[in-house]
């Protein structure tokens, strides 16, 4: 009965939140399909594929503190989609984003498995130093391209307000397909990450290949990403705060924790994109308002857990 009443509150809520992001400030028809429309989509699948691949990271890697950034392959995506961008290959910026993941996340791997053994604890340290190297190169693209100064910053700092042409609009839709059916692919798995949180030795004698299952969801992620950063660019504190506070009313079962880390990501990013947007007179990168929300919150659920 009480989570029958925490759904309804929850799907009331979700709902208020959309119909405020929609119709906040009475635009007209044209305003609402061809601007908030699109920018509401793009919203919603970024904050689910953070939360999300973020639920995924931290029982698969038994670590609370993985998600993207940490690990590096954000820095690694937005690199790979700043480099089309500045090169005049807009359209190609998702596809260098991915390139750009996908080549984070091999370098990571082969790091983090030392004598054919995976080490998280490594993979960790390696997404860290990987990501500070592609920082340094942003840096670089930065200084040499300042004409493209906009671009990168709103890479870096995040940013939901892509105008879509006709034909980026098509595309979209097509990447925003394959990013659905990766996510409901990675549902599927939910059971299988749900035996390897607890080590491999116990996911093998169940006949689940660690090693295997691991490489995979890092490969399928890394396309999701590439999307995300090549169009919203680098939110952060997504993937680390909500499936914490998710897992504050659901403590166990990762597919019940997928769900609702995917559905509180995209309501929680939308909530924030209102707040970038509408408070103060101009509108500010809404991964700035992640971090403002995401630095407190995880603070209040270190310190609870600590007791």
Known sequence: MKSKIMFIVWLLISLAIILLYLGIGAPDGNVVTQVRLPRMVLTILVGMSLAGIGSIYQIMLANPLAEPYILGISSGSAFGSILAGISGYVLLMPLGGFAGAGITMLVVWNLANRKRRFDSGRLLIAGVITGMFFAAGISLLM????????????????????????????????????????????????????????????????????????????????????ICVAYAGIIGFVGLIVPHVVRFFIPSGQNKIYLFSLWAGGIFLLTCDIAAKHLLNMELPVGVITAFIGCPVFMWLLGRKGR
């Open 143 to 226: 200084y040499l391209y300042q004409k493209d100064t906009a671009l990168i910053l709103g890479t870096l700092m995040g940013n939901l307000g892509h105008i879509f042409s006709q034909t980026e609009w098509n595309v979209f839709l097509a990447l925003l397909i394959v990013s659905l059916l990766i996510m409901a692919y990675l549902y599927y798995k939910s059971t299988a990450l749900d035996i390897l949180g607890g080590g491999d030795i116990y996911a093998g004698s169940l006949g689940i290949n660690g090693k295997n299952l691991r490489r995979e969801v890092f490969l399928l992620t890394s396309i999701v990403i590439g």
